[in-house]
């Protein structure tokens, strides 16, 4: 007990106080953590089990995204989008050439857009499936509903792979349209698939877990975020909407052709860990009736506009902020052009992050546990905190 | 008395097999080899017994750990471990755990240079120890203990086993890591609580049978009404109420889904295993193991019959196996639990033990005296006394899951 290395011997060693309440206990938790979903970091201050105090720490993961835009051509930073939010990346790809195409002025093709809708749903479909997953085996589940949700998810990904190459670094939006054209069989499966295997997930999901006890004790009442300092925060997405805000970008921008199909925004009432899971749950069921309108109306025509540059692409020097409902909230790039081949400047609007700063808001008062179902409710990539 | 029943049994049983009495011929047939010295034929016959159970339990262990990872590979659509072959032979992945032992016992051991050393190395061997003592008097089967028929059994059982929750402590306080101690204030607490239901659920069948001896309390349950029906205490209204918190109280004692708050994968990394590795987390992991073993077979003879079979005429299948089978299922039970759910938060622990499980077990108390009190009731008194019992069983759980899940439920959402 008298090594060099005991804490008893080294300077400056207090003994705990011996009245009751004792001392804080300050423990970092992360950046290497079963559950932080990445190398994200959170510096706890402990009563017992209950947090006093959190700060969030972040920036393990950061990759100079956007000082490296600035460096390429506008065409060459699509594949960088992949990489923000790595669970989907198609909506990031969406959101770029939305803004580029803004930028310069591009239309795109009725069809493009069309698929473009089918590709960004499938993108909502697969991160809901992922977040209810992970926020179920946060709760300890021994990775079965994970398991369950990775297997659909694992097929929208077979799906995603035939029509792109890859599986989930898809790079396949470009100005004015997309990289290749869809195929009437991959439709057809695509379709089969929503019908029949996503369908039955979601109905045994519901069944097994969403009225089950111990699920409505851990993550009812836990975690509320007020409409008012969501919206103070900068909140988006499905977060924002479980706080009872009714603002959905679909809806609200109408971008693309988002005005012609017919789907619901569900909303919370309570703000709690609970509503933000059921938000994603219910908003999987839209995204599953926006596709099939998508491919029940989905014209004949080019997936690409001809006459649009995407090589060595040259926009009149001007500014644009272009957004889109992504399926953590709001995705959106600001891009500054001086006329050259590459933006002046880069500048991305990630969801996860924004979500991220009300974390200690929602977990003042909770215990451990409690801290990490509610990270896991916010549903954060390190990939688009860092960048 | 006789200190090992093994030796004795040959002479004593009635011979319902020749099964039936092939361990205590086999022990005797060994013994009958020593010259004849009684201390001597004695010692040799008590560890000849220990050595069997050890085996048995270490080979269940080892088979357990490879069964839960391939049932919940299953459960979760996929295969589990079937990778590890010997001589070319796969099995099935079964050859799993002995690919483990040699990585565990080839891993380097790590102790943290704050760690209080002692305590570090004494924790995993004192579960496995405490774990262990649980097994010296469970009746395995027919006059098949190894204590003998010891008239303390239960109480000695409590002592030992509960005992396990200091070592975990040990691990926790002595790993000198922040994960570790929560970890460890947190089995503390859980451990603790669910003691109490734990032994308020196994008084009613000390009184009913009238001993605290685990062999009188098995015997007190071997009947069959017209040969098909067993006479076990789970088949009645507080036995029943009783088995399910038993269950519930001995899956929070061994610190399986969904008490499995000391080594909450998710929020304290693996809890008081943290700084454990190689060998001594194996350690761990077979006195978890040999933990739930003994709960279950605890269970097993309180209120499944222990050794005696369920119906008059499968009685030729050995006692002892009737044992072992049940203790499995139970097992496996426990098992199917994890696979499905949810852990619970600290606080909702401690509610369900205190203020449900503890009244409950009360109220069953009381049950099991009026059942006992209404035992020679016949005809429509008879009916009376299901009905009055049932009610006594059934009522209070309801009126107090009420309480449990009072402003939970499931929502309506409004769509904009």
Redesign the interface.
């Known amino acids: 007990m008298n090594s060099a290395n005991d804490i008893f011997s080294q300077p400056g060693f207090q003994p705990v106080h011996d009245d009751f309440h004792g001392d804080l206990l300050e423990l970092s938790i992360g950046p290497h953590h079963p559950s932080t979903h990445g190398v994200f970091r959170m510096n706890a201050t402990l009563d017992g089990e209950v947090v006093v105090k959190l700060k969030p720490v972040f920036g393990y993961l950061h990759r100079n995204h956007e000082k490296l835009a600035e460096q390429n051509s506008y065409l060459a930073s699509i594949p960088y989008t992949d990489r923000l939010d790595y669970l989907s990346s198609l909506t990031n790809n969406w959101a770029y050439v939305h803004a580029v195409e803004k930028l310069a002025g591009l239309a795109v093709p009725e069809r493009a857009e069309y698929l473009r809708v089918i590709l960004g749903e499938l993108a909502r479909l697969i991160n809901h499936c992922c977040l209810v997953g992970f926020l179920l085996n946060d709760l300890g589940t021994s990775f079965t509903p994970l398991l369950y949700s990775l297997r659909e998810r694992e097929r929208m990904l077979d799906l995603i792979e035939e029509l792109t190459g890859s599986r989930m670094m898809c790079n396949f939006m470009r100005f004015g349209g997309l990289r290749t054209d869809v195929s009437a069989d991959w439709l057809a499966r695509l379709e089969h698939f929503l019908d029949h295997q996503f369908a039955r997930y979601l109905r045994e999901q519901d069944a097994l877990l969403t009225g089950n006890e111990i699920l409505l004790a851990r993550l009812q009442h836990v975690g509320i975020l007020s409409p008012k300092l969501a919206v103070q925060a900068g909140i988006t997405g499905p977060m924002l909407r479980a706080s009872g805000v009714d603002y959905d970008i679909r809806k609200v921008d109408q971008y693309g052709i988002y005005d012609r199909f017919d789907f619901r925004v569900p909303l919370g009432d309570h703000g709690d860990t609970y509503d933000r899971y059921m938000m994603r749950m219910l908003e999987m069921h839209e995204s599953v009736k926006i596709i099939k309108q998508a491919i029940r109306d989905l014209p004949v025509g080019d997936f690409l506009d001809p006459k649009a540059k995407n090589r060595g692409l040259r926009p009149k020097a001007g500014s644009c902020y272009a957004r889109i409902e992504g399926p953590k909230g709001e995705i959106g790039f600001h891009l500054v052009s001086d006329g050259s081949a590459n933006p002046y400047r880069y500048r991305v609007r990630p969801p996860s992050l924004i979500n991220l700063t009300v974390l200690e808001d929602m977990c003042l008062g909770r215990t451990l546990a409690d801290t990490i179902v509610i990270l896991g409710s916010v549903d954060i990539v390190l990939g688009e905190v860092d960048r | 008395m006789k200190p090992c029943a093994l030796a004795g049994f040959a002479s004593e049983a009635p011979t319902f097999s020749s099964l039936e009495a092939l361990p205590g011929d086999l022990s005797d047939w060994l013994v009958s080899f020593l010259p004849d010295i009684e201390w001597l034929r004695w010692l040799t016959a008590s560890l000849l017994a220990i050595v069997l159970i050890l085996t048995v339990f270490g080979l269940t262990f080892a088979m357990l750990t490879v069964t839960e990872r391939k049932l919940?590979g299953r459960?979760?659509?996929?295969y589990g471990p079937n990778r590890v072959r010997v001589f070319g032979i796969r099995v099935f992945g079964f050859f799993q755990p002995f690919a483990d032992a040699v990585k565990a016992l080839t891993k380097e051991d790590i102790v943290p240079?704050?760690a209080?050393k002692v305590l570090h190395l004494l924790a995993p061997v004192c579960l496995v120890a405490f774990s262990l003592l649980g097994f010296a008097v469970l009746p395995y089967g027919r006059e098949m203990t190894l204590l003998g028929n010891l008239d303390a059994a239960l109480l000695f059982f409590f002592a030992a086993t509960s005992a396990s929750e200091l070592a975990i402590f040990m691990a926790g306080w002595s790993s000198?890591n922040?994960?570790a101690?929560?970890s460890a204030?947190?089995a503390l607490a859980q451990l603790i609580s669910y003691e109490l239901p734990l032994l308020l659920v196994a008084v009613p069948a000390v009184m009913l049978a009238g001993t605290l001896s685990l062999q009188g309390i098995v015997l007190s349950q071997a009947d069959w009404l017209g040969g098909i029906l067993p006479h076990w205490n789970i088949l009645t209204p507080w036995g029943f109420a009783g088995a399910l918190i038993f269950y519930i109280a001995a899956l929070a004692e061994s610190n399986r889904?969904?008490f499995?708050?000391p080594e909450?994968?998710?929020?304290?990394?693996a809890g008081f295993l943290t700084e454990y590795s190689g060998f001594k987390y194996a350690l761990f992991f077979m006195g978890e193991y040999f933990g739930m073993a003994a709960l279950a077979g605890l269970g097993v003879t309180l209120f499944l019959g222990g050794w005696t079979a369920p119906c008059e005429f499968l009685q030729f299948i050995p006692s002892y196996l009737w044992f072992y089978l049940k203790l499995v299922a139970v097992v496996l039970s426990f098992m199917w639990m994890?696979?499905?759910?949810?852990?619970?938060?600290?606080?909702?622990l401690m509610r369900l033990s205190w203020k449900f499980l503890v009244p409950l077990a009360l109220v069953n108390l009381g049950n099991a005296a009026f059942w006992q009190f209404s035992s020679n009731w016949e005809g429509a008194w008879l009916a009376a006394r299901w009905a009055i019992s049932l009610a006594v069983a059934i009522v209070p759980f309801l009126l107090l899951a009420k309480t449990?899940?009072a402003?939970?439920?499931?929502?309506q959402?409004?769509?904009?």
């Open positions: 919940l459960f979760q659509n996929r240079a704050a209080d000198r922040k994960y101690l929560l204030m947190r889904c969904p499995d708050l909450g994968e998710s929020e304290i990394i994890r696979a499905t759910l949810l852990r619970l938060r600290m606080d909702q449990l899940t402003g939970l439920g499931p929502r959402y409004r769509y904009a």
